[in-house]
């Protein structure tokens, strides 16, 4: 069993920054697949980000060059660094983790981004 915690979000102007943090229980977390997700109001949740047990990522082509993905297996943590935020880019962010890509075993209960213009 993993459970999974998001924690960092908030209101924040349009150019501006946040990181957020997802911290994971379980022994086996530095082999599972982390990722990133969003959902906005009224939209379907898409995919952000995701960085595997040997740190290989990959990012949705929105995000690709503003948001970084990292992870800390010694402190059972994933975070998102978020730059250069625009309005759309508001959402409540999840976090999950599965054991092989693209499965997403256990989530978390989100953490609202709100962006301003």
């Known amino acids: 069993q993993v459970q999974l915690v998001e924690s960092g979000g908030g209101l924040v102007q349009a150019g501006g920054s946040l990181r957020l943090s997802c911290a994971a229980s379980?022994?086996?977390?530095?082999?599972?697949?982390m990722n990133w997700f969003r959902q906005a109001p009224g939209k379907e949740r898409e995919f952000v980000a995701r960085?595997?047990?040997?740190?290989?990522?990959r990012y949705a082509d929105s995000v690709k060059g503003r948001f970084t993905i990292s992870r800390d297996s010694a402190k059972n943590t994933v975070a998102l660094q978020m730059n250069s935020l625009k309005p759309e880019d508001t959402a409540v962010y999840y976090c999950?983790?599965?054991?092989?890509?693209?499965?997403?075993?256990?989530w978390g209960q989100g953490t609202q981004v709100t962006v301003s213009s």
């Open positions: 999950a983790a599965g054991l092989k890509l693209n499965e997403y075993d256990y």
């Open positions: 960085i595997t047990w040997t740190g290989i990522t």
């Open positions: 379980g022994r086996t977390f530095s082999t599972y697949v």
